[in-house]
């Protein structure tokens, strides 16, 4: 077997960030789910494995690095059809008159205190099984996404690029709250040994819209109205998330005052109902004096003090 630093392209002073980066890459390229019935694919994804599993384990690199095991992952000077050989750094040597000694494992009672015969066998050949790489789920990966209040409410998709450098279209479920955690199944890293691939969980950022906010699956927002249409009452337009209503103000409301539209919140999903949107009148006066206002105010005698709940 190769060098695992050159099976993985990567140099001996190479951390473990980089290590991890490269057997990603390369597991992705030569993973056998890409290669149906590709020996030579098999082959070499079998060696990226191999390589990592020195390379990827603290205790396995330092043994490599210092000579104790070589790019199989056996200890050197061991031969599994002869045993350990003369000069073994085990400690291993030839028997009286230069005959190699025979040492003889018994696996009849495996199972005390260090597993079963695939756990032992696995154990002398460095990790690996006799069909290849132990099997071992593929790793999670996680990652963040910001979407806006409008995609929270109606769901919609949204492309991540994932640390192995692959970019997925995830889909945004309708009415997904801020910090929900989406689980997208089977394409997070690859499994090793036949093992099932990890997911990707992708936690959800809800930015702030500028005027509504979210209470449940009810919508709230503030209503700008003048003067006139609180007094007089009047039709106006509201901007939502879907587009723009037309609102009755009845006569002689006031700020404060809320109106609700009707399951134009958040659309049903699942279990729950839809949610309401509520609209909350704020009386706004005009940004530069207007004379005719002002003409009017002054020429008007309210008959009712605004402060006497107060006291």
Known sequence: MRDPYEVLGVPKSAGEAEIKKAFRALAKKHHPDKHAGDAAAQKKFQEISAAYDILGDKDKRAQFDAGAIGPDGNPRGFDPREGFRQGSPFGFGAGPGGGAREFHFSFDNAGEGGGSFEDLLAGMMGGRGRGGPRAARGEDFTAQTTISLAEAVAGGS??????????????????????QTIRV?????????????????????????????????????DLPVTLKEAVAGAKVPVPTLTGTLSLSIPPGSNTGSTLRLKGKGVPAHGKEAAGDLYVRLVISLPDHPDPALKAFVESWNPAYDPRSKLR
């Open 158 to 179: 949204r492309r991540v690029v994932m640390q192995n450098g692959e970019q997925i279209d995830v889909k945004i479920p309708v009415g997904v709250r801020d910090g």
């Open 185 to 221: 199944k089977g394409r997070g890293g690859a499994g090793r040994g036949g093992a099932s691939n990890g997911d990707v969980l992708l936690q959800i950022q809800v930015a702030i819209h500028p005027f509504i906010s979210r209470d449940g699956n009810d919508l709230r927002m």
